[in-house]
């Protein structure tokens, strides 16, 4: 049950979050660009567009800084686990090298709007670093780190890692960064904001058609664009289907309280599964270890809670923390070849429509990137990075993975106060979950994108699509 679980439910970045609210669109209005999601693609790309002089309008379902950017560990940093020694075998050398180029850029590019935009997000310097266990993982850090050396970027090899357990070795990225993602989205949204730009919250988007170029329908308004960004994390809508080229996964990430804002000299992330991921960061009460534990396919697993206990039991097998404060979910979307799909997907049959998705949970740079791209392309102008995103580019048939429901139940006796399972009456499955009050909620167990089975998240409380 949920109140088992340690941690208040939500972002420890956003707890505490004082910003201001947007509007949401009511009746019709006109834009160049249209940019439907306000997280770190969709306020990149409208504020690079802004800065180039583009009328820009964005339309955000919810609330700025609460959705993926706003979960994510919130590294700025190019040093990607081990990508760079893949790249170059796999893809070679050249797009290697524009994928190490593209992030280092994003990351200069969120350094230099923090400055200009005087952006008050906890942004600090820190060293990134994978860490081994296994002595004979030894070479794979020192091959990446080469791999990356050969490409420009500052990479070392250390015989350990600066944390409460052994390590077998380290490779260090020097002069990487940490911040708070929701407030620098907030950061974002002001200075888009002051430039003359449309932004609208509350305002999910009902309707992508095309018009006299393209038209965006919400509940109470309308906007008329000739160029639409997709920044959704998923896909919603695009010439070219992304659900089977993309994989969605899960993350489970906790925060706990401790008397030591230094408790890490640096950010880290595992080589091993199951994958930890480690940051300090802060939240109104005060410093916080922030954690992550290993991915796992969305809606096909049917115990996500234990997922936090374990994460839990592990944080104080070797850290001196208190309570656990805060606890999330968040949601990214992995590609065959670790690189994200940004651009036009088809720009003969659908010109002017922009999309950005599958980050393979590195979006920080990645997202800047993308929306420097879009930006780019939207204005006419030549990008290298064009051929390295292409969300065109041939994938493979079997890389996706669907999944069956992790919560078929006999009878809804087997349901018990806040939980839920998928019953079959009558040819049909439903979805039930039961409160703590004992009363049932009943939804069909269709999901609405393609008519999967769904699977009760229960630590969420939500249904997951598997």
């Known amino acids: 049950m949920d109140a088992e679980l340690p941690g208040a439910v939500g972002s420890c970045w956003t707890a505490g979050l004082s910003a201001p609210r947007y509007p ?107 860490y081994t266990r296994d002595p004979d993982r030894r070479n794979d850090i020192e091959a990446e780190a080469a791999a990356a050396r050969s490409l420009g970027l500052e990479a070392t090899v250390l015989d350990r890692a600066f944390l409460p357990f052994e390590t077998a070795a380290a490779l260090r990225f020097p002069g990487q960064a940490q911040f708070n993602p929701a407030r620098y989205l907030h950061g974002l949204a002001r200075a888009f904001v002051k430039s003359g730009g449309l932004l609208f919250e509350r305002s999910r988007a009902r309707l992508i058609d095309e018009a006299s170029r393209w038209r965006v329908v919400t509940d109470n308004g309308t906007v008329h664009a000739e160029n639409i960004v997709i920044a959704t994390n998923m896909t919603v809508k695009s010439p070219l289907g992304m659900a089977r080229r993309t994989q969605p996964r899960m993350h489970v990430a906790m925060a706990f309280r401790t008397d030591d804002a230094h408790l890490l000299d640096g950010m880290f992330i595992s080589l091993e599964e199951p994958s930890r991921s480690l940051r300090t960061g802060s939240d109104t009460d005060g410093p916080l270890l922030v954690v992550l534990g290993p991915r796992f396919n969305t809606g096909q697993d049917g115990d996500v809670a234990s997922r936090f206990r374990e994460l839990e039991t592990w944080v104080r097998g070797y850290f001196d923390v208190g309570s656990a404060a805060w606890r999330w979910c968040n949601e990214d979307y992995d590609t065959p070849d670790r690189i994200a799909y940004v651009g036009e997907p088809d720009a003969r049959k659908a010109p002017g429509f922009y999309i950005a998705t599958g980050f393979n949970a590195w979006g920080i740079s990645n997202g800047t990137a993308a929306g420097m791209l879009i930006c780019d392309l939207v204005a006419g102008q030549r990008s290298r990075w064009k051929a390295l995103y292409d969300p065109a580019r041939p994938a493979p048939d079997d890389f996706h993975r669907d999944g069956d429901s992790q919560s078929i139940v006999a009878s809804t006796d087997e349901i018990a106060p806040g939980h839920g399972g998928v019953i079959e009456k009558d040819g049909e499955k439903i979805a039930v979950c039961r409160d703590a009050q004992g009363g049932l909620h009943v939804l069909s167990a269709k999901c609405t994108h393609k008519g999967c089975t769904v699977t009760w998240n229960n630590a969420d409380r939500t249904w997951d699509c598997p």
Do not use: M, P
């Open 24 to 130: 949401s669109l009511q009746g019709s209005i006109h834009a160049e660009t249209v940019v439907i999601g306000a997280g770190i693609v969709g306020l990149t790309t409208a504020l690079r567009l802004r800065e180039e002089g583009h009328e820009v309008a964005v339309v955000e379902a919810l609330d700025i800084g609460g959705q993926v950017t706003g979960r994510s560990t919130a590294k700025i940093t190019t040093q990607h686990r081990l990508i760079y020694r893949q790249l170059i075998e796999l893809r070679g050398r050249a797009l290697a090298q524009d994928y190490a180029d593209a992030n280092q850029a994003g990351c200069d590019l969120i350094r230099g709007w923090v400055d200009r935009h005087s952006i008050a997000c906890d942004l600090q310097d820190r060293d990134a670093f994978v």
